[in-house]
């Protein structure tokens, strides 16, 4: 019973410091976020008090730093966090198409994220769910519904906007069947649902 | 097995590499002509007008090229595909680059609509084994991968199923591998029309003769390439001379004979060769493995005492011309062609070579020709069993005709010398010629009827040097008239494709494309051919090489086919456009070659020969041109006025033709099947390509024609099923759920895309499209794949990040427990109440331990009384069991005692038993004796009777005596 109790304290020390830079107040407002093709200051921003929030919230736990902002190559997953489908081009115009070593480098604060997730919200991803299953269709040797798990790998990992290893691990977990094949009405179904 | 499967099959699955796929959709790949490379890919970066920006793949260099030069660049599902007439884009480029990519993995064959292309891989490749023929056996074409087998095996199927003669058309550059393949060919067909056999019994005898047939079949090739080939630059074993054979089979699909008929045997090798090169083979395996026996008859010399072998004795690297010698004279045994024939043969082949050594002078006065040594002459006449001093002055001074008169006329030194060429490479050519008709002898020797043959065509290809002569005329015409056939046979076969699919359309027959340059050559009259008016030009007495240019530029000067040369500079005397491209042919000494005249004189001493199979060889003297000819034509047309008639002779151009024509009958009515064979280098080096040799070769083999004029039609065909598989995806929706008719859903789709109605067409089972279009259609595919791809990674994306997201969310909730727990413990560690509460915690423990001890002493008193009771119990058990265990003994030795007691009443018994026999035996004596004795009793009794009765008569006697 007491080493319990130890093992409660030391964790708590940790997270400590990093409650406490979170609220931290974000004064400077050196980022310009304005892509030379997309004039974001014309996108009006329609979110309630309660979304605001939320959002606000959402990108304080992307902040590493404690300086209020995040690096351009977050906004990505905080958008998607948020429940947008952006490409990572889309992504990229918003934030004015910046060099890969700007999207390491740079970062935004929370007030001009927030036109930029409007316009995302604004122009959604309208892939639909008949769209994505007649896509994997296409790699469906057999023609019973399925495809292999390695070759949706190669597929998600070499076509398009290649992912990562990490990212295809994180999607596939717990999909292919014993076969390493996967349902893929099933997995797009699953992929829709959150 | 696995290794022949990487020369047979691509490598990979169908599906291309999805990279390579997203490569060519974005970065629009082309091919763009190269000097060295034939073609390099590069993606167009920009239009300007007329002209592209290219970037090429390879060094990101960006060139400008006309638009006309860019070849479109098939998508990477085409990869070395076996059949290049499914190329969506069908150009120079894309075959090119298929060949390639195949030959590079090691895959010779590909086909290419009609065709089969193969390419001299210059090494042995295990892809010939008997396995692999029955692998093949039996097969559709489009079941395996490319193969001359695959070939063969069709023809064959067809032949038995249609009961039609089939051909297999072998063409190509000296060294592509044409007779290679023909033996291929002929292996297949032995194997398979024999293995036939097996399965059905049939009566060994004639399965003997089948398996001879066949081995003689095979072993007539050793043979004709000992005679017939020679080593040229660039083939150690290059045929010179075209063959058809001809093999035939019965009903029962079993080979009942075979016949060879050859072609244009390049006799002129038998007495001059270029520099590397070899005369034919025979002659240095007759000088190799002739035994000192065979050496003095045949009076053998060392090779460079020999003239005609110009460059004495070359060998051939990795060939023995003894052990060859040794093979060829075993083919001739399984051949059963006698020893005095072969000995007939050779002595022919050393005559030739002594002709060489004949030597002649200018005499000193007159132009007159002498020979001051005769060794080398009465060598020549003891081989051919003629008269030295006869066949000198044939040679000398021949007879010849004037008039109605014969004079002697002394000849030239240039003269004789011509006349003894002349001489050695007659006697080659019908040497040649006996050998095989001796082999079609030999394996004509089943009497049975043939019902239907396959028909082997062995044959060189277009020749186009810088300089043509009239060798090259008769094979670029032998060619010409076999694209001819193939154009036909294509236009054949697509009619029928149309006509079964159901599809309106009026296919142009290509084969007229070519007659006005067959025309041009072979025509008779009105105009004159070239041929026509080569023999034309024989008769005059005045012509000339010259004159008979004059005749044909006069003749044919406006036909489209023929060209002057362009300059008067210029070396080439006219140009023919064969399909296959513009010849430059120079007339020198066409008519020579074109009468081929030979001394007559000499040829009767032949044909009069004491030598039986010399005078065999000569029996036709009377066809060939005599000297009488020649010498008018030397001498200006002095003896003009006697032409030799008519008809008795015939020039070669003429033979040729007839031929030709006979050949080309036989092969109209068979269906023929195409063969194209392709020399990769001329280095005979494995695994090197040269793009532009390859490229020249696929002009004029024709497999560029065929693909030209195959985009005149619908090149691209795919079956309904494959066609909505494929790209239902460019029309979502278009088709309902549910089952769909495959050609319905087709005409829906096609319908959705909005395609011109001239692009496609649909048939019965297929739709049809024009080139390129499947590229299109494959290239929107491409792109709306990507889109949705990349639509869906966004999605995939989403979810990963929400679900990391979630996880980062309840990592937080689960912090601010943790936080809320720590600072109330922060709060409370110093409060007093707490500390005394942390230190009494433990003790309050201790209280309870007690408690905790006496239950458990309760427990073990409990277990304590239980474990006493079952010990009891166990004693109590083990008494018993003991008690048991004393009576059960008791019991046993009581058991015993009475088994004993039982033994003993036993053995009682039984010797009571034995007793009582005993006893019953005494009494049955006993009880006969009683039977005795009562008997005698009886007896006795009787007798006493008797006695008594006796006594008392003699009482009665007495007493009466007494009385």
Known sequence: MAPKKDAKAAPAKKAEPAKAAAPAPAPEPDVVAAPPALDLSKVKVEFTPDQHEDYKEAFGLFDRVGDSKVAYNQVADIMRALGQNPTNKEVRKVLGNPSDEDMAAKRLEFEAFLPMLQHIVNDPNKGTFDDYVEGLRVFDKEGNGTVMGAELRIVLGTLGEKMSEAEIDGLMQGQEDENGSINFEAFVKHIMSI | ?963
């Not at chain 2, 034939?38 to 990101?60: N, P, Q």
């Not at chain 2, 001879?212 to 020679?230: C, D, H, R, V």
């Open chain 2, 1 to 963: 097995m696995s290794e022949a499967d990487k020369f047979l099959y691509r490598d990979g699955g169908k599906v291309a590499n999805p990279l390579d796929q997203a490569d060519w959709a974005t970065k629009k790949l082309v091919w763009i002509p190269s000097e060295t490379l034939g073609f390099v890919a590069g993606s167009v970066k920009e239009e300007k007008g007329e002209e592209c920006v290219v970037e090429l793949a390879d060094t990101g260099k960006k060139v400008t090229v006309n638009k006309d030069d860019i070849q479109k660049m098939n998508p990477p599902k085409f990869s070395k595909v076996e059949d290049m007439a499914e190329l969506t884009c069908l150009n120079e480029a894309s075959v090119l680059h298929n060949l390639k990519d195949r030959y590079y993995s090691g895959l010779i064959y590909t086909y290419s609509g009609l065709f089969c292309v193969v390419i001299n891989p210059y090494k042995y490749l295990p892809i010939y084994s008997e396995n692999i023929i029955e692998m093949y056996k039996g097969k559709k074409r489009h079941e395996m991968p490319p193969h001359i087998y695959a070939i063969t095996d069709t023809a064959y199927r067809s032949m038995m199923q249609d009961r039609e003669d089939q051909s297999i058309l072998c063409t190509g550059e000296s060294g592509a591998g044409k007779t290679e393949n023909t033996k291929k060919v002929i292996q297949y067909l032995a194997h398979v029309a024999s293995s036939f056999k097996s399965k059905k019994d049939q009566v060994s005898t004639m399965a003997r003769n089948h398996g001879e047939l066949e081995k003689q079949l095979l072993q007539a090739n050793p043979i004709l390439e000992a005679f017939g080939n020679g080593k040229t630059v660039k083939n150690d074993n290059s045929s010179r001379f075209g063959k058809f054979i001809r093999i035939n089979f019965d009903v029962n699909g079993y080979i009942v004979g075979a016949n060879i008929e050859t072609y244009l045997l390049e006799k002129s090798r038998a007495i001059r060769q270029a520099k590397d090169e070899r005369a034919f083979h025979v002659f240095y395996y007759m000088l190799t493995g002739a035994g000192d026996k065979m050496r003095s008859e045949l009076c053998l010399e060392d090779y460079n005492n020999y003239r005609f072998l110009t460059h004495g004795n070359v060998t051939i690297p990795g060939q023995q011309d003894r052990d060859l010698f040794v093979e060829t004279m075993d083919a001739f045994n399984i051949m059963s062609i006698p020893e005095e024939e072969r000995i007939g043969l050779l002595k022919i082949v050393s005559a030739v070579l002594q002709l060489g050594n004949m030597s002649f002078k200018k005499e000193r006065n007159s132009d007159q020709a002498s020979m001051p040594d005769d060794t080398a002459a009465q060598k020549v006449c003891h081989l051919l069993g003629m008269n030295v001093t006869d066949f000198t002055r044939a040679i000398l001074s021949p007879r010849i005709k004037v008039g109605r008169d014969y004079v002697q006329k002394a000849q030239t030194q240039e003269q004789a010398e011509f006349a003894v060429e002349a001489l050695a490479k007659a006697s080659y050519e019908r040497m040649f010629r006996w050998l095989v008709m001796r082999i079609n002898k030999a394996l004509d020797k089943t009497k049975r009827q043939g019902a239907s043959f396959i028909g082997i065509l062995d044959i060189a290809g277009f020749e186009i040097f810088e300089l043509n002569s009239f060798e090259q005329l008769c094979i670029n015409y032998t060619n010409e008239k076999l694209q001819q056939l193939f154009n036909h046979t294509m236009f054949v076969l697509e009619q029928e494709e149309y006509q079964r699919e159901g599809i309106e359309w009026s296919f142009i027959d290509f084969g007229l494309d070519l007659q006005p340059c067959i025309d041009l050559i072979e025509k008779h009259a009105s105009p004159p051919g070239v041929l026509a008016l080569l023999d034309e030009e024989c008769w005059f007495p005045k012509a000339t090489d010259k004159s008979f240019v004059e005749k044909v530029v006069q003749e044919q000067g406006n036909n489209p086919k023929f060209q002057k040369p362009k300059k008067l500079k210029d070396s080439a005397d006219f140009c023919i456009i064969h399909y296959a491209g513009k010849v430059d042919y120079k007339a020198d000494e066409w008519l020579m070659k074109n009468m081929d005249p030979l001394n007559d004189n000499v040829a009767s001493l032949l044909n009069q020969s004491t030598d039986k199979f010399v005078s065999e060889l000569w029996k036709d003297v009377d066809r060939i041109v005599g000297l009488d000819k020649v010498a008018g034509m030397s001498d200006g047309g002095i003896h003009g006025a006697m032409k030799v008639r008519k008809g008795m002779f015939r020039t070669v151009g003429q033979l040729y033709k007839e031929q030709l024509s006979n050949l080309m009958t036989t092969l109209r009515n068979t269906n023929p099947n195409f063969v194209r064979c392709i020399i990769p280098n001329h280095e005979k080096k494995a695994g090197k390509l040269e793009p532009h040799l390859v490229l020249d070769q696929l002009r004029c083999n024709g497999v560029l024609e065929g693909i030209r004029i195959c985009r005149q039609g619908f090149p691209n065909r795919i079956v309904f099923q494959e066609f909505r598989q494929r790209y239902e995806i460019l029309t979502p929706s278009t088709i309902p759920k549910g089952f769909m008719d495959g050609k319905q859903a087709c005409v829906l789709m096609i319908k959705a895309l909005e395609l011109d109605s001239n692009l496609f067409r649909i048939g019965q089972s297929k739709v049809f499209f024009r080139a390129g279009v499947l590229a299109h259609l494959e290239e929107e595919r491409d792109i709306k794949i990507t889109d949705i791809i990349i639509s869906f990674q966004s999605w995939c994306r989403g979810y990963v990040a929400r679900k990391a997201f979630t996880k980062r969310q309840q990592q937080l909730t689960a912090m601010k427990v943790i936080q809320r727990n720590c600072a109330a413990y922060l709060k409370l560690r110093n409060w007093q109440w707490w500390r005394l509460f942390t230190k009494v915690k433990p003790l309050l423990q201790v209280t309870r331990q007690e408690e905790e001890m006496q239950a458990r002493e309760d427990e073990l008193e409990k277990t304590k009384v239980r474990q006493q009771q079952t010990e009891e119990q166990l004693q109590e058990f083990e008494a018993k069991q003991q008690q048991l265990n004393a009576e059960k003994l008791a019991l046993q030795e009581q058991l015993q005692a009475e088994t004993e007691l039982c033994a003993e009443a036993e053995e009682m018994r039984s010797k009571l038993a034995t007793r009582k026999q005993e006893l019953e035996e005494i009494l049955h004596d006993l009880e006969s004796r009683v039977e005795e004795e009562e008997e005698r009793v009886t007896q006795l009794q009787t007798e006493r009777k008797k006695m008594q009765t006796n006594i008392t008569v003699d009482l009665k006697i007495y007493i009466f005596m007494v009385d």
